[in-house]
């Protein structure tokens, strides 16, 4: 329909004027539902949501007015703008209420546009969301790949593309580095006077800094973390705490009462940030996210402290070149590989982290497979690690051993949808449990007590839920790989004398899955030692680990 002038005038004066509620109501009574363009559709759908974007059912409205703007007009400015309100009115919803979204619907409607779309930033930015609630790694690439490649992407999407390939194996690790050039010359450096001079004033302590957005309650971070906070030499070491959160909550506050001094820069450009953290005169900064999480990687390019250091949270060179150094461990980067890192390789010498541990009660669980009389696997990683290729594997080993099941649970919440239907092609689904994430931690570390065996996802291995799955005693069976973040399985379970559960390559994972069923005694065995030994391990003696960590940071403070 041609909107009437008058009603065309009265609704973009309502609407400047923020009187929403108004503008829906002339709308609905002004124009009949069939008649609406769908620029009138998306301004509906659009005065519905501001102020009410937790309200289920105004979602719902507002998708039915998005997805009917679309299908009126999808090739032309106002039915584009529509397929974006789609989307992300539809991960709204689905975040709100975990309600069923048709997914494929909304990815079907991109692909009828997608000619369209080639360089509009804000429909492949929504279909990134869309493909992060389904774990699809290899479409979360596409998207990124084609918003970097418009030249209109932010530092958060150049750091989101790298620590995406860490998930697949299209890359090697020569191409982390190359790519890791590109991402620096890509970030902003400003100009130096703009900003506060650092300087190389030795006060007698180390004035050493950690940079954070993850220190809350439940995050993998804090178990890590907790190690060498808890154990440090305040005669030595001056520490601070830098937050990039916002969400403070007790374990917060905790951390921060292990410490000299903590800030949050959060609510800080870049500029300002740098400056906040330059006047603290650190010696050294450790990063605990480098392209993960909020992270605030162009702090790092433009160095904030003398010294920089990568730790815990991405497992990978960053290619930064004010990146200075990286910890690892002899079982992640070996010698011969130094040179594709561009950071310089801080060797501990055993493991390059170390797991606080619980404040449960430790006891030995027996192997389910005694009562059950059949094997259960399972894998707590992120969902985004358990690839199509990894599904491949799991299902042929769950093919091979009778009345087998597999127990899926993400640490993250996700929609698995797509990976049930992977399953089911593979004609395994029946054996596939899944389970939703549990927010109670209880609940959580006491399903370990169901599994027999723990199945290690690949290229992009666990951290936290091996150490929780070896903590109780239950084995993890890992793939040797090819970079630090596909070897960090390798390390926890050397550490433990475990190398009977590293396989050499998929057929041999299978093969040594399948062993496990085969010989229980063996499998009884594996778990008593592991129960018995852990604890004492490298994994989880923090004070060993905090002495290895300190000194080595007393080396970089001294090199």
Request: proline share 2%.
């Amino acid at each position: 329909m041609v909107l009437d002038q008058n009603l065309k005038i009265q609704l973009q004066k309502l609407f400047k004027e923020k009187r929403y509620s108004e503008v829906i109501s002339l709308i609905l009574d002004e124009t009949k539902e069939e008649e609406r363009s769908a620029g009138l559709l998306n301004l509906l759908g659009v005065s519905r949501l501001i102020g009410n974007k937790k309200e289920p059912e105004i979602l719902r409205l507002a998708i039915k007015d998005f997805k009917i703007a679309f299908l009126k007009e999808k090739n032309t400015s106002n039915g584009l703008i529509a397929l974006g309100n789609l989307i992300s009115t539809s991960c709204l919803l689905y975040d709100l209420k975990n309600e069923e979204i048709n997914f494929e619907e909304i990815i079907s409607f991109f692909k009828e546009s997608e000619s369209l779309c080639e360089n509009l930033r804000e429909i492949h930015f929504g279909m990134i969301k869309i493909y992060r609630r389904l774990s699809d790694v290899k479409n979360i690439l596409f998207h990124l790949d084609k918003i970097i490649k418009s030249k209109n992407f932010t530092a958060k999407e150049l750091c989101a593309y790298a620590y995406r390939q860490c998930f697949s194996t299209n890359w090697q690790q020569i191409d982390f580095l190359k790519y890791g050039e590109f991402l620096d010359d890509s970030l902003t450096k400003y100009p130096e006077n703009k900003l506060y001079k650092l300087t190389n004033f030795k006060t007698g302590k180390i004035r050493l800094g950690f940079l954070s957005a993850d220190i809350t309650t439940g995050h993998s971070i804090t178990y890590f973390l907790k190690t060498v906070l808890q154990n440090y030499n305040k005669e030595e070491f001056e520490i601070y705490l830098i937050l990039n959160q916002k969400k403070e909550d007790q374990t917060t506050k905790y951390f921060k009462s292990l410490v000299d001094n903590s800030i949050n820069i959060i609510n800080d450009e870049n500029i300002k940030a740098i400056n906040i953290v330059r006047k603290l005169d650190l010696d050294i900064l450790v990063d605990l996210m480098g392209f993960t999480s909020s992270n605030r990687i162009e702090l790092l390019k433009n160095r904030v402290s003398y010294k920089q250091i990568l730790w815990l949270g991405y497992c990978n060179t960053t290619g930064i070149k004010n990146m200075d150094y990286i910890i690892s461990d002899p079982n992640l980067i070996f010698k011969n590989e130094k040179s594709l890192y561009s950071e310089k390789i801080i060797y501990l010498p055993n493991i390059w982290n170390c797991h606080s541990g619980f404040d449960i009660k430790r006891e030995e669980n027996k192997t389910p497979f005694i009562s059950n009389n059949f094997i259960t696997f399972g894998s707590f990683n992120n969902l985004d690690k358990v690839s199509d290729e990894v599904i491949e594997v799991w299902s042929k080993i769950l093919k091979r051993i009778k009345n087998s099941k597999l127990i899926i649970k993400s640490s993250l919440k996700k929609n698995y949808e797509r990976h049930s239907k992977l399953f089911m092609e593979h004609g395994v689904h029946d054996s596939v449990i899944f389970n939703e994430r549990d927010e109670d931690f209880n609940n959580h570390i006491n399903l370990y007590k169901q599994v027999d065996v723990a199945l290690d996802t690949f290229p992009y291995n666990g951290v936290t839920t091996s150490f929780e799955a070896i903590w109780m005693g239950v084995p993890v069976l890992t793939m040797k790989g090819y970079n630090f973040n596909s070897r960090c399985g390798e390390s926890i379970n050397k550490n433990i004398k475990m190398e009977c559960m590293i396989a050499d390559d998929k057929q041999d994972y299978i093969n040594k899955a399948v062993g496990l069923f085969e010989n229980p005694d063996n499998l009884i065995k594996i778990r008593e030692k592991i129960f018995h030994n852990v604890v004492s391990s490298p994994l989880f003696d923090c004070n060993n680990f905090s002495d290895d960590f300190f000194n080595s940071i007393k080396h970089v403070y001294n090199g």
